[in-house]
């Protein structure tokens, strides 16, 4: 905060709240933050009354740490809760400091913004777009805990996916044996809901990547590209397969040796003091060798998050980032090909460490075919 | 949009989205928006070129009318998928008209509206929230029936529910059964993911009502709030039941009746021409008798969403709100009541017809209790 200029910070991206205080809930549908400012020993939580209660059981903060705003200002077009964020803001000081505000956080809208900056028009406010997303970056050992019990849990999912893929089978009922095996997750520990719902695209809407379910039967001679992740304490590992019912036609499975290879690649060279741009050049010269392009980036940064992403928005590994990979990043790398009517996605979620990219899931890594 | 003074409106509210094309899919962790101009014959869908390929699956829309912005303006820090639209904004002529935003859409953060603003200094940007929220109101009857397959949904969920909470079960594998029933749906069609998970707040968390399922184990002697909803076509009809372990307490007993009694005054208040704010008084003057008071809203308007919501940020069940109700609105009427270490949760999720509010569901009304 001090090298960015700024005194007060402004949190409103839930993965933020939870990774700077604990605060863990379903309640991001209202407006909600934590404060943190340079003179204060102690962070403060604003909500929604009934959610304070919850701030109560997930957080370490002092009971008059936990603050609120009346709950009819909720969804009303006549008061907003930044208007009682302001006030707060007034008594406290904060509005003669300068103020940093997550312009980039999912529910911090622009009327969040208008609302604040009309209460408090003399207030400088900076813009901390992923500023804590990027105190986040390394993982700690208890973080990295965390993943690999996902990890656990989406092999059960992806197993269970894989298993229950067969023609005549509806993608719902598939999708509903997924859920529960992630949501259960193991006989030591439960498993958590993913911050992105089961992907399955199948068939000719492979290439539509973030279409979920419907209720249509898988089909002989179609292919699926299954994208879940395991969560544990919000914490996820993501994981990609590709399954294909049936003879895969010739040209799917030269592609899938290149992503495997490419992926390999890739994974190779994350290491430590690596620019998240040399990994998807390492893909990059596998790939072109064999004619196939991709725009889109190959990976991000993986973790703590909640709906609707579980990409941590720092790095990309795509041309033009030149972030230094460091030991104990965790990145999410997803090199897909997609062509007309078909696609190949294989992933790995991995721990940066002196060897490479080191897979947090132990599944085989390949194209799956069932006869 | 004439009466509002709008020329161009840009929706950014995925539900808004889905409900002007049919545009469906899990794509709103990017920035995307469809656009209105009273001067086009079609909307135009603007998003991420991957996201293109759904929204040809998924929408009414030409091909020229899916426009999309390059695929490194997705989380990057130095291009905003906004400044792309600013351009074919620009292209289009739509820069010299009004154009309305929605300010409160979860995802229009408050970095998209600065950089519409600076790449269109001299645009007039209106306020249009919650407009085209307000024209989704009144349901169809192919809406309706859409929500009346969602009933059948939750009425499944809450009786699995029900049945699996027991001394001894973890929570996680309750959430579990719930999420695998609901979008597995019926075996004549299928289900979809909620907008929020399954809710099941258990003994002294259950006043923190959006804490989500950990991995502790049901006990005797306690109570369990369960809020689910079961959805269809991103349809959602929610339902709330509370379930206690053993023999309930004296007072928990005559707090179930009260909200009972209360739920049915404020469904029975719910015929058009009512105003939002009668129904909740019809509420509160039965409560009040006993001496219990509520300082939340006991429902909202609901039916088509995505997460983090299912309400649908139009009517609220409160003092100030004089709305007037019409037939075929659709509301969740969910009055809790919360004290010390319980609470009661009891709902109905209703159309309003000329006789009160209808449930959608056909569910025991009661407090559950398993010996």
């Known amino acids: 905060m001090e090298k960015a200029g700024i005194d007060v910070l402004f949190v409103t991206d839930p993965a933020n709240m939870n990774y700077l205080t604990g605060y863990d809930g379903w309640s991001f549908y209202v407006h909600q933050m934590v404060v943190l400012s340079l003179d204060e020993p102690e962070p403060v939580w604003i909500g929604r009354p009934m959610d304070g209660n919850g701030a109560q059981v997930t957080t370490y903060l002092k009971d008059e740490n936990i603050l609120d705003y009346p709950d009819d200002f909720v969804q009303s077009d006549s008061n907003h809760p930044m208007d009682r964020v302001a006030e707060i803001a007034k008594s406290r000081g904060w509005h003669r400091k300068r103020i940093g505000v997550e312009m980039e956080a999912y529910y911090f809208t622009a009327g969040a913004m208008e609302a604040l900056r009309k209460n408090l028009p003399r207030t400088r406010f900076k813009d901390a777009r992923h500023l804590v997303n990027w105190v986040r970056i390394i993982k700690s050992r208890k973080e990295l805990e965390y993943m690999a019990d996902a990890a656990r849990i989406v092999e059960r999912m992806m197993r269970i996916g894989i298993q229950n893929i067969e023609p005549g089978i509806r993608q719902c009922d598939v999708a509903a044996e997924i859920w529960r095996t992630g949501v259960a997750g ?22 539509a990547p973030h279409l979920t379910w419907t209720d249509e039967r898988f089909k002989h001679g179609e292919g699926t590209a299954l994208e879940l992740a395991g969560v544990r304490h919000r914490y996820h590992c993501p994981m990609a397969r590709t399954v294909f019912l049936g003879q895969p036609p ?104 002196p060897k490479g990219g080191k897979p947090l899931c132990d599944f085989p890594r390949k194209l799956f075919v069932r006869r």
């Open 186 to 207: 193991t006989r030591k520990f439960g498993g958590d809901y993913p911050s992105l719902p089961p992907m399955l695209p199948t068939g000719s809407g492979i290439a």
């Open 250 to 353: 010739k040209k799917m499975r030269s592609a899938a040796k290149v992503v495997l290879e490419g992926l390999q690649a890739a994974l190779d060279a994350m290491t430590p003091g690596t620019t998240a741009e040399e990994v998807e050049a390492a893909w990059r010269r596998v790939v072109s060798r064999h004619g196939i392009t991709k725009e889109s980036r190959i990976g991000y940064s993986t973790g703590l998050n909640y709906p609707p992403d579980w990409g941590e928005h720092t790095i990309s590994l795509r041309p033009g980032d030149r972030t230094l990979l460091q030991e104990n990043m965790t990145l999410h790398c997803v090199p897909a090909i997609a062509m007309e009517g078909w696609a190949i996605e294989i992933s790995e979620c991995v721990r940066v460490t």
